[in-house]
């Protein structure tokens, strides 16, 4: 760990390998982003794809890139910055692998508002998308009043959340057996996760709210930190336990809930890209920054593969994530319990 101070008396300590690890996760992602713009029926080759972004390419480039690929990557790095950053904090403040929106019924929250949209609703894809985002904050709100008892502790926050996961598939479920045909078919679509049709309308809002919670998050890196060492060790350090706390989740619950409105319940980024992060940087922190990257990286690599691996039968990416990510779990499952931890 090196310590940098600037002139303002402002100190920095950055950890040479997790610095290694940000870097190789940021160009993993802008090259597989590259090669996926340049993915498709017309093929552009990657030195043609550059040209055009930086706006030397000729008007089908342009139009094919900047209108129709360029958008649909934009939100896919977004929408797994946005989940492995809201992993890493659910993960980090209840001190448990599995404690990751996936796990905690966001995602269902989230499902249901938009269900809710749609089943009774018929509303529109902004409207189904304001609805998964308010479903998801009111189903994160719920679950900390409930797990509140003088505090919110690590174990009941994941034992409350699945409970409340249990309760909204229920609810889901019900919802799809009272749609009519058209609307349960476009539930089941909107319910895998997919990014295809995704354009502008999706990436502005969903930027914006990064711009102001990732900052936000990384500001409570440090006392982030220390809650994980426990709450009596954070208030004998001076943090402010429970304000910090709530801060971060529900800076946790804006992002999850503001990824799944914009490409559906992708499932097991959140909880798979801050574990992988974590075991690349060995570093005990919470690895916030490795772990949005990661996230990132992910979600557009999981996205060439729907396109691509299965020959002409494209997937919608949350099936490529959740085939990865429930392997992953029973993997993590299995260390777990060998290493008694549950």
Known sequence: MKAIRTRGGLSVRIDPRTAVVVTVLVLAAITASVVLIGTGDFEIPAADVIRTLLGNGDAGQEFIV????LPRVLVGLLVGA?????????????????????????????TAGALIMIVVFQGSAVQVAGGALVGGLVTGIAIYLLAWKRGVHGYRLVLVGIGVSAFLTAINGYLLTKADF?????????????????????????????????????????PLR??????????????????????????SVLLTAAAT???GPVSFVALTAPQLARRLTRSPGPNLMPAMFMGATLLIVADW??????????LPVGVVTGVLGGVYLLWLLVTQRKAGRI
Request: with cysteine; hydrophobic share 50%; net charge neutral.
């Open 261 to 263: 409105a914009a490409a």
């Open 182 to 222: 058209v609307d349960a078919a476009r539930s089941v679509v909107w319910m895998t996760g997919s990014l295809n049709g995704r354009d502008w309308e999706q990436v502005w809002p969903l930027l914006v709210l990064c711009a102001v919670l990732v900052p936000t998050v990384l500001v409570h890196g440090r």
């Open 305 to 314: 593969a729907s396109q691509r691996a299965f020959g002409a039968d494209q």
């Open 66 to 69: 900047n209108d129709l690929r």
């Open 226 to 251: 220390m809650l994980e060492m426990g709450d009596d060790v954070a208030n004998a350090l001076g943090i402010r336990v429970e304000r910090t706390r709530f801060v971060l989740l529900i800076a």
């Open 82 to 110: 946005a989940l492995g950053l809201g992993g890493a904090l659910f993960q980090s403040i209840a001190r448990n692998p599995l404690g990751s929106p996936d796990v905690l019924g966001l995602g269902q929250g989230s």
